[in-house]
């Protein structure tokens, strides 16, 4: 089987070659765009076969996947920080809509055989009342940024695609994730590196913070990698999956995580510059559609993963 994975640079995309890798019979082809911090993959090197390109260049994702011919593609390569999308609205269209265009396109001309999973976000829901989660696959969708709204045009398209051309898409609407190689754009992330950073004593004691009130629900990377195997095999097409742990943890909760897992004591400071313009007061999903369609479920919870992720910035500081 020949699988195709773009974005192989990003917040998921390693993991997930980490993990196919372990499976038998799997012949693995990244799609990377030359300029792309080549050190989320170094691992991978020998293991995968690399092809330079740009999910914003037609023609260089028409003739790699007119090359491979996968039989799944993991469509993860786009314009992921909410808060980047603020600044660079239209960048953030152009990669999310327009990319996911690119690729379904190129899929329906060379291998429309072959079984789609397109990325979504939590983020697609946008201002959700408490009242209303955990939040179901029927629930809304009422995007707050550019970013939101990018990611459902993208959901559209594939699903319409299903509906219009017989391809085979699954859609996941993915709550946070997070693990090591993620880069600090993540507030979990930039926790653990501003930790790391006073304990290495680079950085004076005192965290800087945004809305520290918001509760998420956050995932480990290799429990998404793991559900997004699954999915792709099980899952019928056309249908919409939250990719969630169902649980939600409130930011500020977090920092006192790395606060106590800390080795020295520092100060937490809000930072007005991280206040984003809207910030949903939660977001926590519910899985039961992933859980009955694959028998997922969640294996690494937040205290792992900050023990984690503290020792990852470490080696780093």
């Known amino acids: 089987m020949r699988i195709l994975i773009t974005g192989i640079t990003g917040p998921i995309g390693s993991f997930l070659a980490d993990y196919l890798l372990t499976l038998p ?4 082809h990244a799609l990377k765009r030359w300029r792309s911090d080549p050190r989320p993959i170094e691992q991978l090197r020998g293991k995968v076969t690399f092809h330079e390109g740009d999910i914003e260049d037609p023609y260089s994702v028409g003739t790699t996947i007119a090359r491979i011919k996968p039989d799944r593609i993991y469509h ?13 609205p239209v960048t953030t269209l152009r990669a999310n809509v327009e990319g996911t265009l690119n690729v379904l396109e190129a899929v329906r ?32 969708l009422r995007p707050a940024s550019p970013y939101g709204v990018s990611k459902a045009a993208a959901e559209m398209l594939g699903l319409q695609y299903a509906m219009s051309y017989g391809l085979h898409v699954v859609v996941t609407r993915s709550f946070n994730h997070v693990g090591p190689r993620q880069g600090d754009r993540c507030s979990i992330q930039t926790f653990c590196q501003q930790m790391a950073a006073i304990e290495a004593g680079r950085q004076e004691p ?87 369609i694959t028998g997922w479920e969640p294996l690494i919870g937040m205290e792992q993963i900050v023990v984690e992720l503290l020792d990852y910035w470490r080696a780093y500081s």
């Open 25 to 28: 019979d799997l012949e693995l």
């Open 76 to 88: 993860l390569a786009a314009q992921s920080y909410p808060s980047a999308s603020w600044d660079a």
């Open 109 to 140: 001309a060379h291998c429309p055989a072959a079984r789609v999973h397109i990325a979504g976000t939590s983020a697609q829901y946008g201002m959700v009342d408490p009242s209303a989660v955990p939040i179901p696959e029927t629930h809304p």
């Open 206 to 292: 005192i965290m800087h913070v945004g809305n520290l009130e918001p509760r998420r629900d956050f995932s480990h990377v290799t429990d998404v990698a793991r559900a997004l195997w699954l999915l792709l095999e099980h899952a019928p097409s056309g249908e919409v999956y939250n990719l969630c742990s169902g649980t939600a943890t409130r930011i500020g909760d977090i920092v006192e995580l790395v606060r106590a897992q800390g080795r020295v004591p520092i100060e937490v400071r809000v930072d007005p510059s991280r206040l984003r313009p809207t910030d949903e007061p939660i977001l926590q999903g519910d899985n039961s559609k992933l859980r009955a």
